[in-house]
């Protein structure tokens, strides 16, 4: 028998360790000298106040959606892919080279040949550990945190060598006009109304919740989702009923690479336009507690990396107008991995010794009569 | 090629070997009794800062130190609070570790001292200076000999000296006393080890904290040894790189030497690019040296050159049979 109720388990936890999480994040910004209450308010005013920061929080959003259901997937299979960096990384290399060197005539082919590639780069990049995983058992976590140096290393390699541009920087040279999406402000602002003026959210986002989209058909919805839960769930179990280890291991880490080398759609062709050094910015880590949140959820996803895109927009507005460096969200962000992720049990196991007790009372206002003989 | 720029190649090694020495140890304390720690560069990193800010008010080293390993212990603290007592899941508290000390540092230091992040410089008694060994000036001019003893041996930090000498007092801590019996025991089979009257809480959180002063000795080498002062992200992966020398000796104090030692070679070259392409005649990229570390862990990983078999209990919270 479940020990608490389905909607405890889904909405009550992840709240009790957000606010667990914002009451610390406010004692850090206490302990600094500023107000929390003015952060707060600097943040919702900064992110979500205008369409201009709207655009900027939707932006962030769509990049932790992707590596947010990279995350989600693999913990289906109960697998740990820490290498969202890396494969993010990769699919910006990807996306980097088609861009570059095919002349498109639209911007529509132009991103769905993007997209491929990154997707391709990124669950190639996941292969290796994934292969090293099935067949020799080497853990999963270590390879995809080893590939994440060494992907940082080959795009090093390619921005001083093969891909650079001319001038000082480490960078590829930017991308031809055609290959340029249509931002948010290009889609919906008019002469008369402009709306996300200058604002980097662009079309990668509804492609990002397509992504939400499909990962939910595939999960619940078709044979190969079941395969990847049953063998999450025991993996024995999964073997008997026939389901080969090998396969999905490597088929739910080619997904979850794959999504996470979409992102470069995003950020290295929606936004940069080009290939600089760095280009993931550790969105790969953040999918990593934007999964915990969302409870590996498609829609929880979404919902967490909103969330997150708030606080990445709210906190560069932060370092803006207050004392308050932008690491600041680093720190958050660690408080929401630390008590969503790795602190769980110590907001469960109380929650559920309260609606243990809950459940054995009787309650006397309650009209039905079925007796519980619970003592 | 000379013995000059050999012995500077190698003296380099050393200095860059030690924090990864004092870290691969860390971890294999906390690894051999069942609970894996990839929040290695997150202690480092917090050690690194307190020891720099502590040692740059007070203007004692030595204080900075120990400020240094109160930081990193109260990292471990957190450690294993989420995977002893609460049972989560080990690899997330890590990656919290990381981000907490990554984030946390240069908010705190930022708000302490207002220069983008980063302590002020450190100088005089805040720092970690050379110390010459008895002897070393005389029998400098002795041929090879001298040259080797004067530049290789002798001269490092004091830090660099207890980091040797924790290489065979891990391995006899390990391998010779009880605690060392029972902290391996149980990171193989804790349930054998709590059948014996032990507590399996208690000797984990002997591991951790064990950890945590050895990365606090890491991240103050970094920040008032090999440098003067903080800057953010100083550790720049070398708690990760320490995982995989971890992986790489097989969880072993005296192949920990080793490994750490090539792979503070190998950083040690990659600073060094003409050296290498002295030797070989080619070009051998930095990059192609600075991922080979990972890319050497995930060769061994794949069992290609002997097996690293971990910790059997390792990763696992241990549930006392009710």
Known sequence: ?375 | MDLATILQVLDTTVRLATPLLFACLAGLFSERAGIVDIGLEGKMLAAAFLSAAIAAVTGSVWIGLSAGIVGALSMSAIHGLASITFRGNQLISGVAINFLAQGLTVVIAQSWFNQGGRTPALAGGARFHSITLPGAEALREVPVLGPIYYELISGHSILVYVALLCVPLSWWVLQRTRFGLRLRAVGENPAAVDTAGVSVERLRYAAVMICGVLTGFAGAYLATGLQAGFVRDMTAGRGYIALAALIFAKWRPWAALWATLLFGFLQALSLRPDVLEGVLRIDVSSQLLDALPYILTVVILAGFVGRAIPPRAGGEPYVKER
């Open chain 1, 1 to 375: 028998m479940q020990k608490m109720p389905q909607w405890a388990d889904v909405l009550l936890i992840p709240l009790v360790s957000l606010i667990l999480a914002a009451f610390f994040s406010a004692v850090v910004i206490l302990a600094i000298g500023e107000n929390p209450w003015e952060a707060l308010k600097i943040m919702v005013e900064g992110a979500l106040g205008s369409t201009y920061g709207w655009g900027y929080t939707l932006y962030y959003a769509t990049n932790f959606i992707f590596t947010g259901l990279a995350v989600a997937v693999a913990n289906h299979a109960k697998m740990f892919n820490i290498g969202g960096e890396g494969q993010a990384v990769m699919g910006g290399l990807g996306v980097a080279l088609v861009c570059l060197y095919i002349p498109f005539p639209h911007w529509t082919l132009a991103l769905l040949a993007a997209a491929a590639t990154a997707a391709v780069f990124g669950a190639a990049w996941a292969a290796i550990p994934a292969l090293l995983q099935a067949k020799r058992g080497s853990h999963i976590v270590i390879t995809t945190i080893m590939f994440n140096f060494i992907a940082a290393s080959l795009l090093n390699y390619f921005l001083i060598g093969p891909l650079k541009a001319d001038g000082m920087e480490p960078a590829t040279a930017r991308f031809p006009e055609a290959a340029r999406l249509p931002t948010f402000q290009d889609m919906f602002s008019s002469p008369d109304n402009p709306l996300f003026r200058g604002a980097p959210a662009n079309v990668a986002f509804f492609v990002a919740i397509l992504a939400c989209i499909a990962v939910w058909l595939l999960i619940w919805r078709s044979r190969l989702g079941y395969e990847i839960r049953s063998f999450g769930w025991s993996e024995p179990a999964a073997r008997y009923a026939g389901i080969s280890p090998v396969r999905i291991i490597m088929l739910t880490m080619l997904i979850s690479g794959g999504l996470a080398g979409m992102m470069a759609i995003n950020n290295v062709m929606g936004e940069a336009e080009r290939l600089v050094l760095n280009s993931a910015e550790g969105a790969g880590f953040i999918g990593i507690a934007v999964a915990l949140m969302g409870r590996s959820h498609p829609l929880g996803v979404f919902l967490a990396a909103v969330l997150f895109g708030f606080l990445y927009q709210g906190g560069a507005e932060l370092s803006l107008w207050t004392g308050i460096p932008r690491d600041m969200v680093v720190v958050i962000q660690a408080l929401v991995i630390l008590f969503t992720g790795a602190l769980d049990n110590m907001v469960r196991m109380p929650l559920e010794r309260v609606f243990s007790t809950l459940r054995r009372a009787p309650k006397p206002d309650s009209k039905s009569t079925t007796a519980r003989t619970a003592e």
